[in-house]
């Protein structure tokens, strides 16, 4: 489930401070800069790396942004590709000080936590960062490279973006689109235990310190909150005595049993005149011979026309006939008829020969349910997760199947599953950790 209370911000940037002054202060110990082969593998957390390119990218389109000239249009569109691709090509040169690098990588710290801790305030705030600006999907797909923690749901409210808005949106827009997504796919949320793990073996991060406790305010909240209930309750009560009067008035108002029996007699004399002026049998067994002797004679009609209408032997021959004057015709004046165009044989483009991207959770996740890992996961997949997530062990891995199998729903399995992803120290940049997560969401 989605974290119910909010994060102790406080804890969280200390945390984020005390961490990366000491990866910052080891690795600049022999060095003045920092490049970006550098920045992808400073930190064991992938996540972390990854936002601060986000980081350092956002800036410069920033510092873009305010570009002005009297003499040059920086807002066409031209303009911008070439901006972006400067952009791409400065990213190959990146050469980062220690003292810019150290405040980039405490937002990079907290980012990442704040995405493991509570994801959806991290999107929330990504999706609300260009504020008054008309914006597309491809804006928030560009996102995503950056996004290791979390990445379904996201690629998920993307992908919602996309199918619903062909044109442009302003970003309240997304911000309904992603409300609805984290409602109806809150399962793709990781548990925090899966990225905790991670941290403490830099710096301890306390579990108890994450979370803030209730303040004398929240309190008062409680309390209006409790007492706007009883109000509510009330109100309701008020509104049940007020139905109950109106159903008496309604009841008041039936007839009475001698104005029923009025109304009783006087259907029946109405269904008296009815039935007097019903035909009789007689009348009703000469109006059935009319009509039998009206279709008669029609359906004699219909048998007239379909004998002058061709056969379909004829109609055949017809057709031949017409075929073979066609083409004494073409013969007659020397006319060929043009072949079809020869099919152009060149080669394809790597473009277009490029292999599909392969499924992500999400899409295995919406396969065929099964009824049993055990008896659905084919051999050679079980020989790898038992190679690469089960330490070779086979009797761990037949036991987690077959616990997952026995699991009443998908909350205990993933509960489950957690115990060996810590026990095994699973790498989620795997290939086979994404497929094994995938079978455990079809099994439910």
């Not at 349910?369 to 190679?387: G, W, Y």
Request: glycine share 2%; hydrophobic share 35%.
């Amino acid at each position: 489930m989605l974290p119910t209370k909010p994060l102790n911000t406080d804890y969280l940037h200390n945390y984020s401070r005390d961490l990366a002054l000491l990866l910052s202060n080891k690795f600049f110990a022999n060095t003045d800069i920092i490049t970006g082969e550098q920045i992808l593998e400073f930190s064991n957390i992938k996540q972390i790396n990854f936002l601060i390119f986000k980081i350092l990218e956002e800036r410069w389109e920033a510092e873009a942004s305010r570009l002005e000239s009297p003499f040059f249009d920086y807002s066409q569109p031209e303009v911008q590709d070439g901006l972006r691709t400067f952009l791409n090509v400065l990213s190959r040169h990146i050469r980062v000080q220690k003292k810019a690098f150290t405040a980039i990588l405490i937002e990079a710290i907290y980012g990442t936590l704040q995405l493991v801790l509570d994801p959806r305030s991290f999107y929330e705030q990504e999706i609300q960062k260009p504020a008054k600006i008309k914006l597309t999907a491809e804006y928030y797909r560009r996102s995503v490279k950056y996004i290791q923690y979390n990445r379904e749901i996201f690629k998920t409210f993307v992908g919602e973006l996309a199918l619903r808005y062909n044109d442009t949106f302003q970003a309240e827009d997304a911000l309904t689109v992603w409300q609805n997504t984290l409602r109806d796919h809150w399962r793709y949320i990781e548990p925090i235990e899966w990225r905790v793990k991670a941290f403490n073996s830099m710096l301890e991060l306390s579990i108890d310190s994450i979370y803030t406790r209730a303040t004398e305010a929240e309190v008062e909240v409680q309390t209006v909150v409790v007492e706007d209930a009883k109000v509510e309750e009330k109100e309701e009560e008020e509104e049940a005595k007020e139905e109950e009067v109106v159903e008496n008035i309604a009841l008041e108002s039936l007839p009475t049993a001698e104005e029923e029996e009025e109304e009783t007699k006087e259907e029946e004399s109405i269904e008296n005149v009815t039935l007097e002026s019903l035909p009789t049998l007689d009348e009703t067994a000469k109006e059935e011979e009319k009509e039998e002797e009206k279709h008669e004679e029609e359906t004699e009609t219909i048998d007239a026309v379909l004998e002058t209408l061709p056969t379909l032997d004829e109609i055949e021959k017809e057709e031949e006939t017409k075929e073979d004057e066609t083409t004494q015709y073409f013969a007659e004046i020397g006319k060929e008829i043009e072949t079809p165009a020869e099919t152009d044989t060149t080669p394809t483009t790597d473009k277009e020969n490029t292999a599909p991207e392969p499924d992500t959770i999400v899409s295995k996740y919406r396969q065929e349910r099964v009824s049993s890992l055990l008896d659905a996961i084919p051999l050679h997949e079980k020989f790898t997760f038992i190679d690469e997530l089960f330490g070779g062990d086979n009797l761990a891995f037949q036991d987690a199947l077959e616990k997952i199998d026995k699991s009443p729903n998908y909350e205990d399995a993933r509960r489950l599953t957690n115990q060996y992803i810590l026990q095994f120290n699973w790498d989620f940049d795997r290939d086979s950790t994404q497929d094994f997560l995938a079978w455990l969401g079809r099994r439910f």
